[in-house]
């Protein structure tokens, strides 16, 4: 669709919000960008200001554009897609998406096996984990908070994860490629909260902003608890999609 079809049974409000909706996606309008007036709509569709109204409106509820009073309406960084179904590490489904992922280490050492993890992997209560915490950011904007303990008892080899530098590497490519550790399923939760002062300041937003908090137990096919991760996702930036039946 390039024009505003009058014999077509689709409403036309619906028709100029697919034309502004494939002209943001193909990037004639790009992030940032303030789209045309009202009145400049209306006029270049030949529509009453009302339908420009309400197809931006549409665009709105979509997560496309955000208004900004006195200014117009501007092109909103699209939300990374994440699919529950499958286990795919920060890497794999951001590349996927067409992002460019990278990460900064915060923390990447030995540490006492937290109790609650202990308890649920039946570990004993001084045992160790490796605690790898990261912020992990997409064409270079913090999109989560990462929490990743990982269990050595599964593999001794998995220490070699404290030498590595892990701002470069993925560590679902480091367990599946280099030790050819195979995933078999994962347990996950997901729940709604808000941003602490310091989750707040390194996710690039406001104390109290929405924020969605993951926790993933991973196991390898053996039946072993490889890993358990925390995350923290801002909720502008991020939503995940799943497939029932």
Request: charged share 30%; glycine share 6%.
């Amino acid at each position: 669709m390039k024009t505003i079809d009058r014999s077509s049974p689709i409403p036309i409000y619906h028709q100029l919000y697919e034309l502004l909706k494939i002209k943001i996606e193909n990037g004639e309008f790009t992030v940032g960008q303030y789209l045309p007036s009202e009145t400049s709509l209306a006029k270049r569709y030949g529509v009453s200001r009302l339908t420009v109204r309400q197809a931006l409106s549409k665009l709105v509820e979509d997560g496309l554009i955000e208004k900004h009073r006195g200014k117009g309406t501007k092109v909103k960084s699209r939300k990374n897609v994440e699919n529950l179904m499958e286990l795919r590490s920060f890497t794999e489904e951001a590349k996927e998406s067409g992002h460019v992922p990278s990460s900064i280490v915060m923390q990447n050492t030995l540490v006492d096996t937290p109790f609650f993890v202990a308890d649920k992997l039946n570990l004993p209560s001084k045992s160790k984990m490796i605690l790898l915490k990261r912020l992990r950011l997409l064409d270079g904007v913090p999109y989560v908070i990462e929490w990743a303990y990982i269990n050595p008892g599964v593999d001794t080899r998995l220490l070699n994860i404290l030498e590595m530098d892990m701002s470069k590497a993925s560590l679902y490519d480091y367990i599946k490629k280099t030790l050819e550790i195979k995933f078999e399923y994962a347990y996950e939760t997901l729940e709604v909260g808000h941003a602490s002062a310091e989750e707040a300041r390194l996710l690039s937003i406001k104390t109290g902003d929405c924020v969605a908090l993951r926790k993933r137990f991973t196991y390898t096919e053996n039946g072993e608890c490889i890993e358990y991760t925390q995350s923290i996702y801002r909720g502008d930036k991020y939503k995940f999609k799943i497939r029932k039946g």
